[in-house]
C-alpha cells in the first residue's frame, strides 16, 4: 500500500503564494502520474496540474503561469508552488498518484484558504 500525505496549507492574503508538498510512503510503486485536485466548498473535485512518468505537466486554465507541480524522486515528494494566490483558489488540495498498472492513491487533502 502506498500513503500520500499533504502539508503546507493555510490561510494567506491574495497575491501571496504558498507551496504544499505531497510526501509518499509505503511499498514501492512505479508511477504513471502524480497529480494535485482541489475541491471548494460546494463544488465538484477539479484537475489543477499533472506530471508524468515523462516530466510532462499540465495545468488548468484558472492557473496557468501562477502554479507549478515538480516532483522530487530522490524524497519521494510532489510539490505545488502556487504564487499570486485569489480568492478564488480557495479550496481542500488533494495530492493524487497513479502508478503503471493504474492503481489510484489519494492523500486526505490540505485547506488552502485565500483572504481577498
Known amino acids: 500500500q502506498v500513503q500520500l500525505v499533504e502539508s503546507g496549507g493555510g490561510l494567506v492574503q491574495a497575491g501571496g503564494s504558498l507551496r504544499l508538498s505531497c510526501v509518499a510512503s509505503?511499498?514501492?510503486?512505479?508511477?504513471?502520474?502524480v497529480a494535485w485536485y482541489r475541491q471548494a466548498l460546494g463544488k465538484q473535485r477539479e484537475l489543477v496540474a499533472t506530471?508524468?512518468?515523462?516530466?510532462?505537466?499540465n495545468y488548468a486554465d484558472s492557473v496557468k503561469g501562477r502554479f507549478t507541480i515538480s516532483v522530487d524522486n530522490a524524497k519521494n515528494t510532489v510539490y505545488l508552488q502556487m504564487d499570486n494566490l485569489k480568492s478564488e483558489d480557495t479550496a481542500v488540495y488533494y495530492c493524487?498518484?497513479?502508478?503503471?498498472?493504474?492503481?489510484?492513491?489519494w492523500g486526505q487533502g490540505t485547506q488552502v484558504t485565500v483572504s481577498s
Open positions: 493524487y498518484l497513479r502508478d503503471v498498472w493504474s492503481t489510484q492513491y
Open positions: 509505503g511499498r514501492a510503486v512505479s508511477i504513471s502520474t
Open positions: 506530471s508524468t512518468g515523462g516530466g510532462f505537466t
